[in-house]
């Protein structure tokens, strides 16, 4: 099988300012997913390196950068799964921490359990030796003058859909196993002990080898209704290509409650999609050593993975 991985920093409507931030930090994470799977890695330790790149870059919404909640604290949600025995790990709210992600991965690992909220997700975090971050320290200036406005103004449930920057991976290493990732600071002034979509198995992602992984973005309450990530697989059971099936369950999800948002899926023979219903999402993809990325609805920038890695050498 060859590999392929698929990334996303988040559906909505980025800034001007944010979009080649985007665009070059969802390149370094496929990059860095990639190389994992070229060097004959597996599909599960490429979405959470992935995921990590962009949970430590600024521009995303995950990691250092995660908007704020209503008392102007970060708290994170994060979940990892396996499509080859369906295990499954995730954190809810938690704080403190640089790679909710990887202490996903832990608790799917380590544990009996599939989710960890709050201080207890601390907690196991810190018993696994992960350092604790001052929270202040996750704090970006965007981060703080986006939850100022908001203080200032009502409070508008469409905001969610500007600058928001989830992120997430999907992948399929040689041995033809499938894996989802996805991370997030969730939405911004969000009441303490607010958890999305991204935590929820089925929502923010699913990964099972016999359909393949699907990782989702957007606004968190609409997919959990529709259980968006499990929705997508559904359809692909039901014969519908990758594309076909992720434009039917976010066509479903607008239609029925009114939500947007997009997602990155893969099949289990490779074939992928990165489709969105909001006016950006910020994705990219390696297959065959090519790179390609895109923001906008139909546009696809396209790289040798190879020359790529040779302007990103730490990724390499
Ligand atoms: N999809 C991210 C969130 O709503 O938390």
Known sequence: MKPVIVVHGGAGSIFKE???GSRSGVRKAALKGYSILKRGGNALDAVEEAVAVMEDDPHFN???GSVLNEKGEVEMDAIIMDGKNLASGA???VKCIANPIKVARLVMEKTDHMLLTDQGAFAFARA?????VPGEKLITERSLNRWKQNLEADWNPQEFQ???GTVGAVAIDCAGNVACATSTGGLTNKLIGRVGDTACIGSG???DNNVGATSTTGHGESIMKVVLARLVLY???QGKSPEAAADIALDYM???VGGLGGIIVISCSGDWAARFSTKQMAWATVKDDLLQCGVYPGERDEQSAGEALSTMGSYA
């Open 18 to 20: 944010r979009e080649e």
């Open 91 to 93: 954190v809810s709210a």
């Open 205 to 207: 992602g699913y990964a």
């Open 162 to 164: 500007k600058d928001l």
């Open 254 to 256: 607008k239609t029925r």
């Open 62 to 64: 995950a990691g250092w």
């Open 235 to 237: 359809h692909m059971e």
């Open 128 to 132: 696994m030796g992960f350092p604790e």
